[in-house]
């Protein structure tokens, strides 16, 4: 089932989501498959709970947008346990749309995190893969990619949204 994506200005966006604590349920299951497809219909290679209005620290993240099953990685729990090398790369957001700027980012990142079972693994990401996998532990931390940028930037972006909003193409 596609799921209803919040957007900037939602208060859970940006509050410290909870870990989850129960693993291998139907219902968690089912809300992994669920953000799974709410991303490939949105057009993403990554979503975090917060962004379908849930404080868990759960993410999905594919970064071939579905082209090849086995590059799904499902991050529970996770945590950056190392990061090396920088690299600046253009990011949107599924929570932001319409909007992309160049974020700088670690090139290489060590993720510590848990699967569905509730198993405990490591996996490493690399250039796309580590952009995407420190962007949707932002999201589980409560910071958007708006605060990887300049104040200017951030502050023309935010009076964007705000016309946006005043405009009722803010929902």
């Not at 708006?146 to 964007?160: E, F, G, M, P």
């Amino acid at each position: 089932m596609v799921l209803r994506i919040v957007k900037y200005g939602d208060p859970v966006l940006e509050q410290v989501a909870q870990p989850v604590a129960e693993f291998g349920t139907p219902e968690l299951k089912q809300l992994v498959e669920d953000m799974f497809e709410t991303m490939y219909a949105n057009k993403g290679i990554g979503l975090a709970a917060p962004q379908v209005a849930l404080s868990q620290r759960l993410t999905v993240i594919d970064p071939s947008a579905g082209e090849d099953p086995e590059a799904r990685i499902v991050l529970i729990n996770p945590e950056i346990v190392s990061k090396q090398g920088s690299q600046i790369g253009e990011e949107g957001c599924l929570s932001i749309p319409g909007f992309r700027e160049d974020v700088k980012r670690f090139n290489k990142v060590k993720v510590r995190a848990q699967n569905v079972d509730g198993e405990t693994f490591e996996t490493d990401g690399e250039e796309l893969l580590a952009r995407a996998m420190q962007h949707e532990i932002d999201h589980l931390n409560g910071v958007l990619f708006l605060s990887h940028l300049s104040l200017l930037k951030r502050d023309l972006i935010r009076r964007k949204i705000r016309k946006l909003a005043k405009a009722g193409e803010w929902d």
